[in-house]
């Protein structure tokens, strides 16, 4: 699936099941909620916690809904999420391609 057809097809979930978008602001709050989730996850995976009962390790699915959140965000503010990763891939290129090459701290 393209980001172009992600956006469609969140956009047609959203029209069809979703009744409406949430506004802005409170997608916002949803994303910060599905990136603690995430954290969370990775904290009991890779960090010194361990998970609870009941809680699930499941980070593939944690990070689809921070996905499914910017995207709602992306669809109700208009951004081409395909051109701004284009554009941003070519400004971390541009700035960075010769930093990480050269960080000895990456190179031990």
Known sequence: ???EEMQQQV???IKTYGVR???EL???AVLTEEVGE???CMARKY???SFKAGEKDDMADEMA???WVLTCLANQTGVDLTEAMRRNIEKKTNRDKDRHLNNPKLNS
């Open 1 to 3: 699936m393209t980001l």
């Open 11 to 13: 956009d047609q979930w």
């Open 21 to 23: 978008y949430f506004s």
């Open 26 to 28: 409170t997608n916002m």
């Open 38 to 40: 995430l954290a969370r």
């Open 47 to 49: 960090g010194d916690q």
């Open 65 to 67: 809904d921070v996905l």
